[in-house]
């Protein structure tokens, strides 16, 4: 047999196998890949979720996910601060590689009850599609509202359509038939809320939870004239 007959041969070899590898390995893929990939995702993101207890210890914490620049910095992330307390879990702003800090963080992720974007420049939003992302792939089984200032619907829209195939890829792939679901459907959908603020106001309440819990718009005080570090500013206090 010659060299050009066992090229050939070994040719067909390969091109059956992959004809008829979909029929043989496809089934065994499909039914354990998912729960692999998901708890590899876990193991290195959530389940060091050893702050779960801010939610109820009657504090109120916060924590730095980020607080780079729109200029490069390998040592900080863009824009990011995370409330927890009073059983809410809220993120302000998502700057770029906010979101593994805060996947990484020990914070309760799957619990996420809000996300607030103060303002449209891009080290406070580059990261907001992968935090809704995120979020979702640490537990989190509800849609998610990302609350702003006007602007924020035509922004969020954007991410959501820019998501929209990887959220769809993501649930047929790890969502199988006769399976536990891993990664619920609701947990990938999010809304967004605009917030006008009143300015005559020195501070305004932008967000109020049943037991008490507030978020407030702060106006800056300096001699006799009153004005916000920046028009659309949220801030926690």
């Known amino acids: ?6 090229i050939v041969l070994v040719s067909l070899s390969l091109v059956s196998l992959f004809a008829i590898w979909p029929a043989l390995f496809d089934p065994i893929l499909q039914a354990f890949l998912p729960k692999i990939v998901l708890n590899t995702l876990i193991s290195r993101g959530n389940v060091r979720v050893h702050k779960a207890g801010w939610l109820t210890d009657g ?35 998502a700057g770029a590689g906010s979101a593994e800090n805060v996947l990484a963080s020990g914070l309760p992720n799957a619990n996420v009850s809000g996300i607030f974007i103060s303002h449209f420049h891009s080290d406070h939003i580059s990261d907001l599609g992968d935090m ?90 300096s001699s006799s004239k009153m004005t916000s570090l920046c028009d659309e500013l949220i801030s926690c206090i």
């Open 1 to 6: 047999m010659n060299n050009t007959v066992r």
């Open 59 to 93: 504090d109120l914490h916060v924590r730095i996910c980020g607080s780079g620049s729109p200029l490069p910095d390998s040592s900080r992330a863009g824009q990011c601060v995370a409330v927890v307390g009073g059983g809410e879990y809220l993120i302000f702003d």
């Open 132 to 221: 809704l992302l995120t979020t979702w792939l640490a537990g989190r089984n509800k849609p998610l509202t990302v609350f702003g200032p006007p602007g924020m619907h035509a922004v969020h829209d954007g991410f959501a359509k820019a998501y929209e195939l990887d959220k769809k890829y993501r649930i047929e792939h790890h969502n199988l038939p006769n399976r536990p679901v891993y990664l619920p459907p609701a947990g990938a959908k999010s809304v967004s809320e605009e917030i006008i603020l009143d300015k005559s106001k020195m501070s305004t309440v932008v967000l109020e939870r049943e037991n008490g819990f507030k978020v407030h718009r702060s106006l800056f005080h």
